[in-house]
């Protein structure tokens, strides 16, 4: 019996060996001699992957706020081949590139398509290890099946998306751009757009998870597109970028990505099959066969799909801006795209009208709630009474913070009116309104003060006559409430306002040079500020009579 029991393991044993012995040489293995990014992780003890939060099941919060997900679940493979320990840090469509470009992130494994323009700003690495394409997703009343029957009207987007330039140029719709999915998802609940667009992969997960009767997802897939896992521009030739595509083959070759499909509930999709079926051929050594990358280039098949095609210049930028860049690094070639460069004249016309309204608004509120306050302040019972209301506002109006008001305003009270068909208040609009309330409260209180302290000095002056002096005395503070609320005009893109900043930030997630536009946004607004203290100044030797 014993002897019958030591041939059947002994058979087992060499049945499976050869498998076992495949495992083990097609492991990936840390350099014996590591350099860069891949030296300092070890050194630190701790791998640092940006990841999604807001896209699950791929990237998520769990009830403990822990993030967790087919994608993480990736990261903590990497780490633990590594060694190392494992930190997850949450990123946004928006600043993954330069987040791993910057170091804040040592790799980025977060939903990111893999586009010609993104191969550009950031170590994209081959193969892919995912896919998906876009669809929209809308009420079922609207019944729109194909894109071109969205053409001219609002579709919710989400800023960093590598599809938005294409949905907007090549299919005419009218994006709606908001800073996070949550955002715009609520814009899409409250009538704002008539769908919203987004990855078919994620966007599926979310209706089978929260299936909402009135919504639909709609038929037509376009732009299918691979994903990739990112490292720093710098990093993509190293041992590290080496390393983590290894480990992305490995992955393909073991059927550990489609593992996590049938964890998360995902389902298995043919792109993954079929990689895992190119990488998993061996030869008689146990070794790859086909997808072998010391023979060199990989076949097609073992990388996936091709990136997203790079939207094709009509024509090259002129050759000065070529020779600026070089020289001085300052590249100003995005100014030589038609739809950049629009999309920046338009940025820059809404935040200088925002901030003239702003400005003007918040002045009107100051001036008006102050002299109501002034007037009413010494009529006794009534008049406290009918200064309640006005308490109230702008106790409200200076306390709450305007990206508050604005969501509750846009979404809430904007949105109910939207579906009531009665009117729907634009984003332009109620950013107006909420930055001058905002600003115009402080400028009530300080208006308020300063009447009082001119009444106590002419006390037979009527309330209007004092209005001139108080401002001289209340001047430094109002300006500096003005000041501020012009600084807060990038808030208005959480309701889809696309001012300057978010602009910029468009521009920059689709390649534009990160120094150039951020030291061109700091410029801008410096010179600005100067302007709307060059006004305030004039606009006080105007009221004390001083030609100078």
């Not at 840390?30 to 699950?56: F, M, N, S, W």
């Not at 494994?109 to 669809?135: C, K």
């Not at 073991?254 to 499909?261: A, H, K, M, N, V």
């Not at 946004?521 to 100044?537: A, E, N, P």
């Amino acid at each position: 019996m014993i002897r019958l029991l030591v041939c059947f393991f002994l058979c087992v044993f060499c049945l499976f060996s050869p498998a076992l012995a495949q495992r083990d040489r097609s492991a990936v293995v840390l350099p014996e001699q590591p350099d860069g990014r891949l030296a300092h992780i070890l050194r630190r003890g701790t791998l640092i992957v940006g990841v999604k939060t807001d896209y699950p099941p791929w990237g998520t919060l769990d009830a403990q706020g822990n993030i967790i997900g087919l994608e993480p679940d990736l990261a903590r493979a990497l780490a633990d081949r590594m060694g190392v320990g494992l930190e997850l840090v949450a990123v946004t469509a928006s600043n993954r590139l330069s987040r791993v470009n910057q170091g804040v992130v040592d790799v980025v494994i977060a939903t990111m398509g893999d586009t010609v323009t993104r191969r550009a700003q950031a170590g994209l690495l081959e193969p892919s290890y995912y896919s998906s394409g876009v669809v929209a997703y809308g009420p079922i009343n609207r019944d729109y099946q194909t894109w071109e029957e969205l053409r001219d009207l609002p579709v919710c987007m989400t800023q960093g998306s590598y599809y938005n330039r294409t949905l907007e140029e090549t299919y005419g719709v009218d994006g709606k751009y908001f800073p996070a999915n949550r955002e715009a998802k609520m814009a899409l609940s409250f009538g704002r757009c008539v769908g919203w667009a987004f990855d078919d992969t994620a966007l599926v997960q979310r209706v089978l998870a929260n299936p909402e009767t009135n919504y639909s997802v709609m038929e037509d897939r376009i732009l299918v597109t691979p994903w990739a896992i990112a490292v720093a521009s710098a990093e993509r030739d190293t041992s590290w970028g080496r390393f983590v595509s290894a480990m992305i083959g490995e992955w393909h070759a073991t059927g550990y990505i489609l593992d996590l499909e049938r964890k998360w509930n995902i389902g298995e999709s043919a792109y993954l099959q079929l990689l895992n079926a190119a990488w998993a051929q061996t030869g008689p050594d146990g070794k790859p066969s086909f997808c072998d990358a010391s023979q060199g280039t990989l076949p097609a098949e073992c990388l996936g799909a091709p990136p997203f095609p790079q939207i094709a210049e009509k024509e090259p930028p002129p050759a000065w801006m070529d020779t600026l860049r070089s020289k001085t690094g300052v590249d100003l070639r995005v100014f030589h795209d038609a739809y950049s460069r629009g999309r920046l004249i338009r940025g820059l016309g809404l935040t200088l009208a925002l901030s003239a309204v702003a400005i003007v608004g918040a002045l009107a509120v100051g001036l008006s709630l102050g002299v109501m306050d002034a007037a009413l302040n010494r009529r006794g019972f009534w008049g406290q009474l009918l200064l309640l209301p006005q308490k109230v506002l702008v106790t409200i109006a200076r306390m709450t913070p305007p990206i508050l008001q604005m969501y509750i305003v846009f979404f809430g009270l904007g949105g109910v009116l939207a579906q009531s068909s009665l009117i729907t208040p634009g984003a332009f609009a109620t950013a107006a309104v909420i930055l001058s309330l905002y600003a115009g409260s402080t400028n009530t209180v300080l208006m308020s003060h300063a009447l009082a302290q001119e009444r106590g000095i002419h006390p037979e002056k009527n309330v209007w006559t004092l209005v001139p002096g108080a401002f001289i005395r209340a001047f430094d503070g109002l300006v500096a409430a003005c000041v501020n609320i012009v600084k807060a005009a990038g808030m208005a893109s959480a309701i889809a306002l696309t001012e300057l900043v978010s602009t910029v930030n468009l521009i920059v997630s689709e390649g534009g040079d990160v120094s150039t536009f951020m030291n061109g946004l700091l410029i801008f607004y410096f010179l600005l500020m100067l302007g709307v203290l060059w006004l305030f100044r004039r606009a006080k030797r105007w009221i004390i009579g001083d030609p100078q």
